[in-house]
């Protein structure tokens, strides 16, 4: 059994979706019958619907329920061409799914830009307008009764015979399915989980939150249109009937309970509604029952819908046949780092100005000013509570600031969204590690390059040369970064199952790929074990020396001390010292106001301190 299983995993992955798709392709050749055939047909309409729901809801995290009413659209589209005699069945998809598409965006800006409940209201809205929508254009659409009026579809000019049909849906959704993957596996795919996870992350690496949010609901859009344009021709008759939120909620239970985190998962999702929903008569009574169980099914159950049950099997086999973890799992090597190549950096100083946040009464920071020179590392220092990250947030641009100035390599940043701001060279890591779920070490690192060489929707879906050429570079950087922080043996596990101290390690590698001018580390060795703590300096060191400006927000006074070119010292809000790390570790008030708070505990305490390299000479 396992021998098979070793033998079945050597075959690439994409045979097993070619191979189903091939066989559904040759099956009336086998004779399968009228029913099945229909089913086969409607499953798949279904399938194309519920993998627009699955990029829009799974993967880019917006709570959109509105696939049922771009469905209708892309029907009513191509009805209407049908009915005003263009027949020909491709300009019909094709005008269904840009019919869909700007449904999508004109309902998506409102609807984003209010936030999630206020996209799913909106979504939820439209689905029930339809049949007023429809009502409205009764003259076009043939109103509630439906339109009657198509005529028979034409593909090149010739008329495409009712069995031709049934080619014409499984090849559209063969076709749609590969760009879809081809999609989720892109960068643009993995910027959707990254904005999932968080859009103070996403904006920190230069993605625009509101775009890219607008792109994951509008593209999930497009194959709902497609849908809608088969369906269409399938019975040559469009009612609403067939775009109700009942059918909504259907969608919504196949996108769940087939995984909608997932490519394939759409189909699984889609046949289990689609059979069960011909099956029998009472189900179609009892069907929002039936829907409300699958939801609960798959949401409680199967987190993860039958894909995450599919990927959970494999994994154990994999186990089982000692295919996993895939590369042998070494000790983390601190000594790589060396190794890797970093390429001097364009430099440039940043400058805080009279910086200066309240948070209601809460004066975070009162005019705080420094300057972090490119090339050395300037470390902040203070208490719990002091204003630290309060000033990397500022510095990002994820809050407004009310006064002062921040200027980063001579550009001021004055009211900059904090996507702009990344693109000027700034990133960061987090005090609590942001890494999405369900993206591999590598990619976590891959989607720090996401300014870097950018690649088009269409040359990630054509996996062009220039695609593959920057996916070479990506995952080559990648890779270097890993080995800088020793962390290149794991680069195939999923990143959000590491223990902290490595999701840490994750987040320097995923700032350093982009070869930032300003590098942020928010208590970056909190949680490290002591071999960590030696390679986070060493990569702090190499990064500095390739003219990187380093803010080092640190409570290990040791590390501190051993990395720091010039220290600053935060006390509730305002600078108590500035100076080098001698004159710090001498100041008096420092010694009074923070280092008396480190030795009681506030903070990792002595004993790791004295445990750290020595301070370089330099
Ligand atoms: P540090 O990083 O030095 O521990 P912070 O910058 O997180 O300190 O916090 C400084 C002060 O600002 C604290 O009193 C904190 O409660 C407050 N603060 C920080 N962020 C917010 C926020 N988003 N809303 C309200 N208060 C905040
Ligand atoms: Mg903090």
Same mark, same amino acid.
């Given at each position: 059994m396992l021998q098979f299983w070793t033998a079945v995993r050597k075959v690439p992955t994409w045979v097993f979706p070619a191979a189903i798709g091939l066989f559904v392709l040759v099956l009336p050749l086998l004779g399968p019958g009228y029913e099945l055939t229909r089913q086969i047909e409607l499953t798949l309409i279904l399938a194309l619907v519920v993998s627009g729901l699955n990029i829009s809801l799974g993967y880019a995290g917006q709570l959109a329920v509105g696939q049922a009413a771009m469905y209708a659209a892309g029907a009513y589209t191509a009805g209407m061409l049908s009915s005003a005699g263009h027949t020909d069945l491709l300009l019909q998809i094709v005008a269904a799914g840009l019919a869909a598409l700007l449904v999508g965006i004109l309902t998506g800006i409102p609807g984003l830009r209010l936030g999630s409940w206020s996209l799913a209201m909106t979504s939820f809205f439209l689905v029930l307008l339809v049949p007023d929508i429809v009502d409205i254009f009764e003259e076009d659409t043939g109103g509630h009764l439906g339109l009657t009026t198509m005529l028979n579809p034409t593909l090149f000019g010739r008329p495409l015979a009712a069995e031709a049909m049934y080619y014409v849906i499984v090849i559209v959704t063969i076709i749609w399915f590969t760009v879809f993957r081809n999609v989720v596996a892109s960068r643009h795919g993995i910027a959707f989980q990254v904005l999932k996870q968080s859009p103070v992350l996403a904006s920190s690496v230069g993605m625009s939150v509101f775009r890219t949010k607008l792109i994951g609901y509008a593209i999930g859009a497009v194959p709902a249109g497609f849908g809608g344009a088969l369906l269409a021709n399938l019975d040559l008759f469009v009612t609403p009937e067939s775009f109700t939120f009942h059918v909504a909620t259907g969608v919504l239970a196949a996108s769940i309970l087939g995984g909608?985190?997932?490519?394939?998962g759409a189909v699984f999702g889609a046949s289990i509604i689609q059979f069960n929903n011909d099956q029998s008569s009472n189900f179609a009574e009892y069907s929002l029952v039936f829907f409300g169980a699958f939801l609960l099914i798959g949401g409680v159950l199967l987190r993860g819908g039958v894909a995450g049950l599919l990927r959970t099997g494999i994994r154990r086999l994999d186990r089982a046949a000692g295919l996993w973890p895939r590369r042998p799992a070494g000790a983390a090597s601190g000594g790589a780092a060396d190794a890797v190549e970093l390429p001097p950096i364009e430099a440039g100083a940043l400058e805080v100005a009279e910086a200066a946040k309240a948070f209601g009464g809460n004066?975070?920071?009162?005019?705080v000013s420094l300057r972090a020179e490119p090339g050395q590392v300037t470390a902040l220092i203070g208490p719990n509570g002091s204003g630290k990250t309060t000033l990397l947030n500022l510095v990002c641009g994820f809050y407004r600031r009310d006064a002062g100035r921040i200027i980063v390599a001579g550009t001021a940043i004055d009211g900059a969204s904090p996507h702009r701001i990344a693109r000027l060279g700034v990133t960061r890591t987090f005090q609590t590690p942001l890494i999405p779920p369900g993206v591999s070490v590598a990619e976590v690192v891959v @989607?720090?390059?996401?300014? @870097?060489?950018e690649v088009g929707f269409l040359s990630a879906v054509l996996r062009g040369p220039k695609f593959r050429r920057v996916r070479r570079r990506d995952l080559a950087r990648a890779e270097d970064m890993l080995r800088l922080v020793g962390l290149e043996h794991l680069s195939d596990t999923e990143a959000a199952t590491l223990p902290l101290g490595q999701r840490r390690m994750l987040e320097v590698a995923r700032a350093l790929v982009r070869e930032p001018k300003v590098l942020l580390l928010d208590e970056a060795a909190s949680g490290l074990d002591e071999t960590e703590v030696e390679t986070l300096a060493a990569v702090i060191r190499r990064i500095r020396d390739a003219g990187c400006a380093v803010i080092l927000v640190e409570h290990n006074f040791g590390l501190v001390l051993s990395l720091a070119d010039r220290i600053v010292v935060l006390a509730r809000g305002a600078v108590l010292a500035e100076g080098t790390p001698e004159e710090i570790e001498n100041d008096v008030r420092v010694r009074d106001e923070y280092l008396g708070i480190v030795e009681s505990g506030d903070a990792p305490a002595g004993e790791e301190a004295e445990t750290l390299p020595e301070r370089t000479a330099k």
């Amino acid at each position: 059994m396992l021998q098979f299983w070793t033998a079945v995993r050597k075959v690439p992955t994409w045979v097993f979706p070619a191979a189903i798709g091939l066989f559904v392709l040759v099956l009336p050749l086998l004779g399968p019958g009228y029913e099945l055939t229909r089913q086969i047909e409607l499953t798949l309409i279904l399938a194309l619907v519920v993998s627009g729901l699955n990029i829009s809801l799974g993967y880019a995290g917006q709570l959109a329920v509105g696939q049922a009413a771009m469905y209708a659209a892309g029907a009513y589209t191509a009805g209407m061409l049908s009915s005003a005699g263009h027949t020909d069945l491709l300009l019909q998809i094709v005008a269904a799914g840009l019919a869909a598409l700007l449904v999508g965006i004109l309902t998506g800006i409102p609807g984003l830009r209010l936030g999630s409940w206020s996209l799913a209201m909106t979504s939820f809205f439209l689905v029930l307008l339809v049949p007023d929508i429809v009502d409205i254009f009764e003259e076009d659409t043939g109103g509630h009764l439906g339109l009657t009026t198509m005529l028979n579809p034409t593909l090149f000019g010739r008329p495409l015979a009712a069995e031709a049909m049934y080619y014409v849906i499984v090849i559209v959704t063969i076709i749609w399915f590969t760009v879809f993957r081809n999609v989720v596996a892109s960068r643009h795919g993995i910027a959707f989980q990254v904005l999932k996870q968080s859009p103070v992350l996403a904006s920190s690496v230069g993605m625009s939150v509101f775009r890219t949010k607008l792109i994951g609901y509008a593209i999930g859009a497009v194959p709902a249109g497609f849908g809608g344009a088969l369906l269409a021709n399938l019975d040559l008759f469009v009612t609403p009937e067939s775009f109700t939120f009942h059918v909504a909620t259907g969608v919504l239970a196949a996108s769940i309970l087939g995984g909608s985190m997932s490519v394939y998962g759409a189909v699984f999702g889609a046949s289990i509604i689609q059979f069960n929903n011909d099956q029998s008569s009472n189900f179609a009574e009892y069907s929002l029952v039936f829907f409300g169980a699958f939801l609960l099914i798959g949401g409680v159950l199967l987190r993860g819908g039958v894909a995450g049950l599919l990927r959970t099997g494999i994994r154990r086999l994999d186990r089982a046949a000692g295919l996993w973890p895939r590369r042998p799992a070494g000790a983390a090597s601190g000594g790589a780092a060396d190794a890797v190549e970093l390429p001097p950096i364009e430099a440039g100083a940043l400058e805080v100005a009279e910086a200066a946040k309240a948070f209601g009464g809460n004066h975070a920071l009162r005019g705080v000013s420094l300057r972090a020179e490119p090339g050395q590392v300037t470390a902040l220092i203070g208490p719990n509570g002091s204003g630290k990250t309060t000033l990397l947030n500022l510095v990002c641009g994820f809050y407004r600031r009310d006064a002062g100035r921040i200027i980063v390599a001579g550009t001021a940043i004055d009211g900059a969204s904090p996507h702009r701001i990344a693109r000027l060279g700034v990133t960061r890591t987090f005090q609590t590690p942001l890494i999405p779920p369900g993206v591999s070490v590598a990619e976590v690192v891959v @989607s720090g390059r996401y300014t @870097s060489d950018e690649v088009g929707f269409l040359s990630a879906v054509l996996r062009g040369p220039k695609f593959r050429r920057v996916r070479r570079r990506d995952l080559a950087r990648a890779e270097d970064m890993l080995r800088l922080v020793g962390l290149e043996h794991l680069s195939d596990t999923e990143a959000a199952t590491l223990p902290l101290g490595q999701r840490r390690m994750l987040e320097v590698a995923r700032a350093l790929v982009r070869e930032p001018k300003v590098l942020l580390l928010d208590e970056a060795a909190s949680g490290l074990d002591e071999t960590e703590v030696e390679t986070l300096a060493a990569v702090i060191r190499r990064i500095r020396d390739a003219g990187c400006a380093v803010i080092l927000v640190e409570h290990n006074f040791g590390l501190v001390l051993s990395l720091a070119d010039r220290i600053v010292v935060l006390a509730r809000g305002a600078v108590l010292a500035e100076g080098t790390p001698e004159e710090i570790e001498n100041d008096v008030r420092v010694r009074d106001e923070y280092l008396g708070i480190v030795e009681s505990g506030d903070a990792p305490a002595g004993e790791e301190a004295e445990t750290l390299p020595e301070r370089t000479a330099k």
